[in-house]
Every structure is written in structure tokens, then in C-alpha cells.
């Protein structure tokens, strides 16, 4: 097999530079070291370690933001993007993989299955957040609260003791499981949707308009498709009561038809990667686009701190006014 030297950089705290989607991609066709002087190097959006490496840069990123093709050769994002150098591969493509969730997402039960699931679920609805900076989310929560108990188990709005340790372990005896984005846009669907479809609960969908491109819109609520939050905890209180409409959404397939299928999509990532490998062309930090990179990047800090000194002017005019 041909030996690649390849490195990640930039991604989170936690994650495994021998065990994540494009490494277990490559190392069945390429012998793979990570090495500090790579021949191609992966990064995400969550430092400037890339801006050392003037190898091939490969940029991936698990959060809403837009790839710069000034600095990157090619970007994995969520967006529906047509230039050349870009794919769409969401973050829940990699869940899939890196759980082993593919066979009992393809599964679809029997009415049968189905009737044991929806009896076996306990409770009506949870939520499990970690990040308050949504506003969609922390409304919803609270006025279906009104309504209904709903259980809390992340570290925002916790209601259940503490924070839970397994989410998977925790959602499972749920109907209904609050899948909301942090934001939306476009494209951007992350694993809050796959995570209750791979537990047989029903999520209820806030975020990416286009989610019916990825998943079956039969298999979820789609908070964009009621006129108000009071019709949708309706929704709810119906299929909670009527069993039927229930065990008609859990015998869904899960994903739409829309989808590329999931080994197709691991297919093209992976003739992607290789053709970068295979026919190399002059790396992207080596042009001139590295220069424009680097002045968007001086342009954003200096735009940072004039906001900060703005910001510090005006606290400090209020002050002087009130005394």
C-alpha cells in the first residue's frame, strides 16, 4: 500500500486522529502515519494550527460556518455548495459510521416491532442541551412545559437531578425527544435528529429548512410545518393518544429519498481524498491566495478589537451618565 503522511488540526478537544471518518476511509486503500510534516492535512474551524502547514489542506467543519476557499484545497461542509473544491458531508454521516448506527437505521419495523417500541416508551418527552445560546430551543422547552412535563437532562434547564452521563441510555424510554439546532441555515443538520430515529423516538425537528433532503419527513415533527407552537404540542398530544399515528411514524424508513445512500457518499468522499492524493497540484498555501487569506484574517482581528473598544467606550459613556 502507499505510505501517506497525514495530520488533523483544529478539531475538538476529544478527537481521535487514528479513529474518525476520513482516517478509517483512508487506511483501507493507503498505509497512513500522522506525522507533523504531512502530505495532506486535515483542519476544522476550531484554532489557526493550518496556518502552519503549507501541505495540502482538506477542511472540515462539524459547526454552521462557511468553508474559505482561500485556504483550503477542499471543504467538507453542510452547505449545498457547486463549486469543484467543496462536498456536502454532515456531521450525522459521521455518527452513523463511527457508531456502527447504518444497519438498524436501514431497519424498519414491524407493526409488530413497532406496537413493542411505542409500549415500551415510558415517558413523553425529553430534551438533552448542553449549549443555552439557542433561543428557539429554551422557548419551546418552556412553553411545552406548560402544557406537559417535559425532562431536562443536559447541564441547561436540568430538571431531572443533574446531568445525564449517556444520552442514548437517557432518550431511549422517550416518545418525543427535542431536536433542535443551535441555529439554523441551509444544509446544516446535525446528529440532534439521528440521535432519537437510532432510539425508535419521535424527534421534533427544529433547524435546517432543507431537512427533508436527509430525512424522511414522515419520520419526524417538523417544527416549520405548523403555523404555531401551540399546534404542534397539539400534534403531540394526539400521537401520544392515538397509537396508531404513532406506530405509522416509527415504521418510516429513515432517510429521504433524496439522500445519497450512505456507502455511495463514503464512496465519493473517499475518490475525493484520493484523487488529491493521487494527482497532487500545487498547494492552495503555497499560491497567491494565501496572502489574501491572511489579510481576511488581519481585516477580522482588527474588526474585533475596534469592536471591543467601541463596546468599552460606550459602557464607560453610560457610567458617566448615570453618575
Same mark, same amino acid.
Given at each position: ?17 487514528? !479513529? ?64 469543484? !473544491? ?49 433561543? %428557539? ?44 439546532? !443551535? ?24 433547524? !435546517? ?113 448615570? %453618575?
Amino acid at each position: 500500500m502507499k505510505k501517506i503522511k497525514i495530520n488533523f488540526v483544529d478539531f475538538w478537544p476529544d478527537f481521535n486522529k487514528t !479513529n474518525n471518518y476520513f482516517y478509517n476511509l483512508l487506511i483501507q486503500k493507503y498505509e497512513l502515519s500522522i506525522d507533523e510534516n504531512p502530505d495532506l492535512l486535515f483542519y476544522s474551524c476550531y484554532g489557526k494550527e493550518y496556518l502552519k502547514y503549507n501541505c495540502i489542506r482538506i477542511f472540515y467543519t462539524a459547526e454552521n460556518i462557511r468553508a474559505d476557499f482561500t485556504a483550503c484545497d477542499f471543504a467538507f461542509s453542510f452547505d449545498y455548495n457547486k463549486r469543484k !473544491n467543496h462536498f456536502r458531508l454532515p456531521l450525522y454521516s459521521m455518527y452513523v459510521d463511527l457508531l456502527n448506527m447504518l444497519n438498524k437505521l436501514q431497519t424498519i419495523p414491524s407493526k409488530e416491532e413497532a406496537v413493542k417500541i411505542w409500549k415500551n416508551k415510558s415517558k413523553f418527552c425529553c430534551m438533552v442541551v448542553s449549549n443555552p445560546n439557542s433561543k %428557539e430551543r429554551m422557548t419551546f422547552f418552556k412553553n411545552i412545559s406548560k402544557v406537559i412535563h417535559v425532562d431536562s437532562g443536559g447541564s441547561v434547564l436540568n430538571n431531572v437531578g443533574g446531568k445525564v452521563q449517556d444520552k442514548f441510555e437517557f432518550i431511549k424510554d422517550y416518545k418525543f425527544v427535542i431536536s433542535f439546532e !443551535n441555529s439554523a441555515h441551509n444544509g446544516y443538520t446535525t446528529e440532534k435528529i439521528l440521535e432519537p430515529i437510532y432510539k425508535d423516538c419521535i424527534p421534533i425537528y427544529w433547524g !435546517n429548512k432543507l431537512v427533508d433532503k436527509d430525512f424522511n419527513p414522515k419520520r419526524f415533527i417538523n417544527y416549520k410545518d405548523f403555523k404555531s407552537e401551540k399546534e404542534l404540542i397539539d400534534k403531540l398530544l394526539e400521537i401520544n393518544e392515538n397509537e396508531a399515528l404513532a406506530i405509522d411514524m416509527l415504521m418510516q424508513p429513515t432517510f429521504s429519498n433524496y439522500k445519497l445512500a450512505h456507502e455511495k457518499e463514503r464512496l465519493k468522499v473517499f475518490q475525493i481524498i484520493s484523487n488529491l492524493i493521487e494527482n497532487p497540484k500545487k498547494p492552495i498555501a503555497r499560491q497567491l491566495w494565501r496572502h489574501i487569506h491572511a489579510y481576511k484574517l488581519f481585516y477580522k482581528k482588527i474588526k474585533k478589537l475596534l469592536v471591543v473598544k467601541i463596546q468599552k467606550i460606550f459602557i464607560k459613556s453610560n457610567k458617566k451618565d448615570i %453618575e
